[in-house]
């Protein structure tokens, strides 16, 4: 049997090397689904390749992760570990809600029932628009949040399981988050169909 003094240590000292390769198996899944017609409606094939440009903050969004992650390990207190964790999962996923949220309304071309009436980017309903269907990052983020936490006291693989989590728990709020996007177009912008 062998027995490792810097086991933890290690597993610290790994944290943001894990979350990059969480992150690039969460972009290449992310590129590999966009290939799924009406996954993201767009209009054009440029639409894609530039919604692929989103997979480069997955792994970036992972090693910060990681890095960040490193402070919330050897946190002795259990309960604030947990809520660390939480708060991890949170902002790193609302951040990529938010950039999410830019490049598809400000880059992609969409199809007509996925668009803005001219001259209401900037109104208030807008916003409504933009804002509003960012909660389902934010539950995204708790949701791995507490995956991690759940990982963080019960141990086991980290690549794998938020790995798994990850893609999973991303690319159904991304599609989720669609279908709130369309919803909230054809409720507040009734008029454009």
Known sequence: MTTHKD???QQYHRAPLNGLIIGV???V???VVLRIPDVLPVSDGSGNVRLDLVAIAFPVLGWVSGLWGRKVLPCGNPADRGRRALAI???MSTLLGILLTIVYHGFVPKPKYMKMP???ALSGRAFVVYLIPLAVFILAGWVLGKTREHIYTNGGSV???MGFMAVLVLMCSVILWSQLVWLLILLIFPWIL
């Open 89 to 91: 999962g949170v902002v």
């Open 159 to 161: 690549i794998l399981r």
């Open 29 to 31: 899944c992310w590129v």
């Open 7 to 9: 086991t933890t240590e």
């Open 25 to 27: 198996i969460a972009g």
């Open 118 to 120: 001219a001259g209401t």
